[in-house]
């Protein structure tokens, strides 16, 4: 074992021991961002670095499982991504195709998928829904993946929903109006029934959400970590678990 290694161990080591597990997040939102980067600096290709971005995946998940988070929603395509040229969109969607199936098999994860499914390929829709089915009983961490994801469009999509329960419901538009509160909306998002992200941990060093989670996120705590995702270690997760443990949540006051 090289030097550098032991002294990296020794320091994750310590930096868990001093993790108060009453203080850890239990739900974890992580934009895996920075495959394409990591790739460039190294001299591989696009595609060698999402797929070392989705074996990160597994990592991370064991570290979660370690520390009794509960909930990780993995943002692994944007919707805005499906634009990108076929070349790189359909070996991209074999991986997370491949990643999801990996996590349904594993045996210790409850997939969810979060996104709409109607603007993926069918072989796509396909994996996800089966994934979904295979695990609905395993009681591990809830896994959502998401994937043809925009926060924009899952709002317009709870808002489409909402309004069409109430048609189903014969309920008029004037009715609807007066009683719609922030409680409605939350019941018709991708993630109901869940709650909402504690801590949401983007990687690659840009510091924004690029519409992730908008509206489940009003009151999250954000992390930032320069470290491209197919880079990320099990101790820059740990400092990311300290410093959320750290701030003192306020809830936007």
Known sequence: MKLRDLVYRLYAHRVEGRLDHAQVPKHIGVILD??????????????????AGADKIQELLGWCAETDVEVVTLWMLSTDNLDRPGKELTPLLGIIENTVRGLAADGRWRVHHVGQLDLLPAGTQTVLKEAEQATLDVKGILVNVAVGYGGRQEIADAVRSLILEAADNGTSFEELAETVDVEHITKHLYTRGQPDPDLII???GEQRLSGFMLWQSAHSEYY??????????????????????????????
């Open 34 to 51: 920075g495959n394409r980067r990591w790739a460039r600096a190294d001299g591989r290709t696009t595609e060698q670095g999402h797929q």
């Open 202 to 204: 983007r990687t690659s």
């Open 224 to 253: 930032f970590c320069e470290v491209f995702w197919p880079a990320f270690r099990k101790v820059d997760f740990l400092r990311a678990l300290r410093d959320y443990a750290a701030r003192h949540r306020r809830y936007g006051y």
